[in-house]
């Protein structure tokens, strides 16, 4: 389990934790909880920490873990017995990841809710993401949710609650996160070290989500964002080809955020033009068959095809070649 202070915590996380400290401090907090909001803004990181606290033996006065008892011991060597992460777990031939959480890891999960915690206080277990639960493994999970034992916890952390079954939804005790006031955001980015220019083009390519942006500047992904407009630029000038473009935009892990990065460039575009409103549908619809195409990834069309297709209709378009493929 990660080791993250309330220090460390940015203003969203932290009000968050408080409020669930609360809940703690006056025995309100729920036997299932949900922690809901958009992906990088720290919800694991929030409910790693309460099961810290509350699995800690010497307490802090508010409600943190003190870090030096065994069971904080075993928590920050994951092997605390009282504590379980269930996620993705490789496939029967561990060549890779599941990318569904399956009905034998519920069952698991729920046998070992359902023992006495061996450190005495509680036991708690955390799914992330929640919302790659498979519809058999939700009956389970439905099952342990509605059949709650004291001092026992089930945490839920998703980006995408809407995807849970409502059965479950309306099991679990809401944390809901949201993105920050822009102030807020970008006084934060720069705490991060950060310059100010870049926190700000990162911030406002995110689309005012800073945890995105952090993840870009130190990362790829800003570099990505520019390399993308170029290219779009470039297709709508004629003076690239899309099967040229396409093949270089699959042929690292990087395809899904330049896929992400063209539908937001085509959105931004969308609501500057909104003069010409052709012109703003057409890129709309474009937006729409970016991400409908970022889905077609997961699945076994081939990729180089699929990105060529949609690059052909970005550089065939009227409306597009009118625009000059500005980003």
Not at 3 to 19: L, T
Not at 166 to 173: H, L
Not at 235 to 248: F, H, K, M, N
Request: hydrophobic share 40%; charged share 25%; with cysteine.
């Amino acid at each position: 389990m990660s080791a993250v202070s309330n220090a460390a915590f940015a203003p969203w996380q932290r009000r968050i934790y408080e409020q669930a400290q609360a809940s703690i401090g006056a025995g309100r907090l729920g036997h299932g909880l949900l922690f809901c909001g958009p992906a990088e803004l720290g919800k694991r990181a929030v409910a790693e920490r309460l099961a810290q606290g509350l699995l800690c033996r010497e307490r802090a006065a508010d409600g943190g873990p003190c870090g030096r008892c065994r069971s904080c011991l075993l928590l920050a060597a994951g092997t605390h017995p009282d504590y379980q992460l269930v996620s993705f777990v490789p496939n029967k031939e561990g060549t890779r990841l599941r990318t569904e959480i399956v009905i034998e890891q519920i069952r698991n999960l729920s046998e070992r809710l359902s023992l006495t915690p061996q450190y005495g206080g509680a036991q708690i277990a955390i799914i992330d993401p929640a919302d790659a639960i498979n519809n058999a493994a939700c009956n389970a999970l439905l099952k342990t949710l509605e059949e709650p034992v004291p001092g026992r916890y089930l945490w839920l952390v998703s980006s995408h609650p809407a995807r849970l079954p409502a059965t479950v939804r309306s099991r679990c005790q809401r944390l809901e996160f949201r993105l920050p006031p822009a102030d807020e955001a970008l006084a934060w980015l720069k705490a991060q070290g950060h310059a100010d220019a870049a926190a700000r083009e990162a911030f406002d390519a995110a689309r005012g989500h800073p945890g995105l942006a952090h993840d870009w500047l130190t990362g790829e992904g800003l570099k990505l964002r520019r390399e993308v407009a170029a290219d779009l630029a470039k297709l709508g000038r004629g003076e690239t080809s899309a099967p040229e473009v396409a093949q270089r935009w699959v042929g690292d892990e990087h395809a899904a955020l330049r896929l992400r990065h063209a539908s937001d460039i085509a959105l931004a575009e969308a609501s500057a033009g909104l003069t010409d409103p052709a012109r703003a549908r057409s890129l709309a619809s474009w937006f729409d068959r970016a991400n409908r195409t970022r889905d077609l990834l997961r699945t076994t069309v081939r990729a180089d095809l699929a990105v060529t297709e949609l690059l052909m209709a970005w550089r065939s378009d009227d409306a597009r070649r009118a625009g000059g493929g500005r980003a």
